[in-house]
C-alpha cells in the first residue's frame, strides 16, 4: 500500500512538473506577445532636429517617452543609438535592414516611407489597431494619420508634423497700404496684391520689392484640384485642365519679376510680400533674437494658401513617421511604446517645448495651452489663430503613395519648367510634356515588375 501511494505521488509529481514545463513553455511564447515580456526593446532615431534647424532637446521627447515605457513596464530595457545624424539616418536604417539587425521600432522620413513599405519591411499595424481598443484614430488630424498609410494598410503612425502656410511680411503690406487677406482668398487677389507690391522703389530703373517667392507649380496644382497621379503612380495626367489652369497661373506670377530670379535670401532682407513655407520655420525663427538674424527689420504673420478656382485653401504637409520592424518578435511592447510617442497627450504636448514641428493630435494643437507655449515662444503677445494652423493640417493633401514617387515629382517638375521656360503655347507642352513622364514611369513600372 505504501509502495502504491509512493509511486502514486512520483506519477502525479512527473506530471506536475511536464504540466509545469508545458505552461511555462505556452506562457513564454504567449508572454512576448503582450507587455510585460523581459527583453530589450531597440529604438531607430537621429539626434538632430528632423527640421533641420539647431535643437538642443533632440532626444528629450524620446526619454520622457522611454521613462512612461518603462513605468509600466520595467521588465523591458529600451535602448537606442545615439549621435546620428538625419543626413545619414536613412543610410544607416537601410543598412541595419540589411544586416537583419533592424530596430524594432523606428522613426521613418517621409522620403523613404513610400520604399519602406512597398519593399515589406515596415510591419502592418492594421490588426493591432482594430483589436486595440485603447486607440483610436479620430484622435489624429486625418491627413497626419493617412500619411502612414499605403496601399488601403496602416504601415505607421504620426509623430509631428508640419503644414505649408503663405508667410507674409506685414511690414510691405502696411507700407503700400494693403490689408492681410481673408483666410479664403484666391488666386486672383493673390496675383493683385502681388501686382501692386512689386516695384522699383528707389527709382533706379531696376525692380527691388517683389510680391512673391518660393511658389511653385506644386502649391497651385494642389491649390487647384489638380490629381497628379493615379493611386499606383502608373500613369500622369499632366494634359487635365486643372493642371492648364495652374500653369497659366504661374506665367502670369512669374511675368511680374521681368526676368529676376527672386530667392529666399530676398524675402529675408525684406524685400519680398510672400513666401510659402512650412510652420516649423516659422516656430524656429519667429523669436527673437533668432527673428532679427533671419529676417531682417520687418514683421511677418502666416496665412492660408491661396485657393485656384477649382480648388481649395490647402497645402501639404510634412509629417515625421513612427514604424515597426516587419520582423520583431516583440509585437505587443513595439505597439505600446509606439502609442506613447504618437497618442499620449503629455508626450505630443512636449512638441511644442522641445521640436518645431506640430502635435499629430487634436487635442493637443487646438488646446489653450498650445496656444500660451506658441505666444510665449515667439514674444508675439498678439493671440494667434490656433484655428488657422489646425485646419491647415487637417485638410492638407496627402500624395499618392507609391515607390519612385520623387523620381516622378522631379520627372514632372523638368517638364513644368520646360513648359514655362519655353516658346510653345502651355497647352502643347502639356502633351509632350505628359509624355515624357508617362515614358518615366512606365520604365519604373518595368524594372518593379522585373525585381519580382
Known amino acids: 500500500m505504501d509502495i502504491w501511494r509512493h509511486r502514486k505521488n512520483i506519477a502525479a509529481g512527473v506530471c506536475c512538473v511536464i504540466l509545469a514545463a508545458a505552461l511555462l513553455i505556452i506562457y513564454t511564447d504567449v508572454y512576448k506577445e503582450f507587455p510585460g515580456y523581459s527583453n530589450t526593446l531597440t529604438i531607430g532615431v537621429f539626434s538632430d532636429s528632423y527640421w533641420e534647424v539647431q535643437n538642443g532637446y533632440s532626444y528629450r521627447i524620446l526619454e520622457d517617452a522611454v521613462s512612461a515605457f518603462e513605468k509600466q513596464y520595467p521588465d523591458i530595457e529600451i535602448t537606442y543609438t545615439s549621435g546620428i545624424l538625419k543626413t545619414d539616418y536613412s543610410e544607416w536604417l537601410a543598412e541595419q535592414m540589411l544586416s537583419g539587425s533592424a530596430p524594432d521600432v523606428f522613426f521613418v522620413l517621409s522620403e523613404d516611407f513610400n520604399d519602406f513599405a512597398e519593399i515589406g519591411v515596415l510591419k502592418d499595424l492594421t490588426s493591432l489597431i482594430k483589436e486595440d481598443k485603447e486607440f483610436h484614430e479620430e484622435n489624429f488630424y486625418s491627413s497626419a494619420y493617412a500619411y502612414g498609410r499605403y496601399n488601403g494598410a496602416q504601415y505607421s503612425l504620426p509623430y ?52 512673391s517667392v518660393g511658389y511653385t507649380w506644386e502649391e497651385a496644382f494642389e491649390s487647384n484640384g489638380v490629381r497628379l497621379f493615379d493611386q499606383k503612380g502608373t500613369r500622369c495626367y499632366l494634359t487635365d485642365d486643372h493642371v492648364e489652369e495652374a500653369l497659366v497661373f504661374m506665367e502670369k506670377l ?40 533671419k529676417y531682417k527689420g520687418f514683421e511677418w504673420d502666416c496665412i492660408p494658401m491661396p485657393s485656384g478656382p477649382e480648388g481649395d485653401n490647402i497645402s501639404t504637409l510634412d509629417t515625421l513617421l513612427v514604424a515597426m520592424n516587419a520582423n520583431t518578435k516583440n509585437v505587443r511592447p513595439a505597439w505600446d511604446f509606439m502609442k506613447i510617442l504618437t497618442s499620449d497627450v503629455q508626450i505630443q504636448s512636449e512638441i511644442f517645448d522641445y521640436s518645431e514641428g506640430v ?94
Request: aromatic fraction near 10%; charge should be negative; charged fraction near 25%.
Open 160 to 211: 509631428e508634423c508640419a503644414p505649408k502656410l503663405m508667410f507674409l511680411n506685414k511690414t510691405i503690406l502696411d507700407r503700400e497700404g494693403l490689408t492681410i487677406p481673408d483666410e479664403e482668398w484666391t488666386w486672383d487677389e493673390f496675383y493683385e496684391i502681388c501686382e501692386k507690391a512689386t516695384k522699383d522703389t528707389d527709382q533706379n530703373g531696376v525692380l527691388d520689392q517683389f510680391g
Open 254 to 293: 512669374e511675368n511680374l519679376h521681368q526676368g529676376y530670379q527672386v530667392t529666399a535670401k530676398d524675402f529675408d532682407m525684406g524685400h519680398v510680400l510672400f513666401h510659402p513655407m512650412l510652420f516649423s520655420e516659422y516656430r524656429a525663427y519667429k523669436p527673437y533674437p533668432l527673428s532679427i538674424k
Open 359 to 452: 502635435s499629430v493630435l487634436k487635442e493637443v494643437t487646438g488646446s489653450d495651452q498650445t496656444l500660451q507655449r506658441l505666444m510665449e515662444s515667439s514674444g508675439d503677445n498678439k493671440s494667434m489663430n490656433l484655428q488657422i494652423l489646425s485646419d491647415a493640417v487637417e485638410h492638407a493633401v496627402v500624395a499618392p503613395r507609391f515607390r519612385n514617387y520623387d523620381g516622378a515629382i522631379a520627372e514632372v517638375n523638368k517638364a513644368v519648367r520646360w513648359i514655362l521656360d519655353g516658346n510653345s503655347n502651355i497647352s502643347m507642352g502639356q502633351i509632350i510634356g505628359s509624355r515624357t513622364v508617362n515614358q518615366y514611369l512606365e520604365r519604373q513600372k518595368y524594372e518593379k515588375d522585373m525585381d519580382y
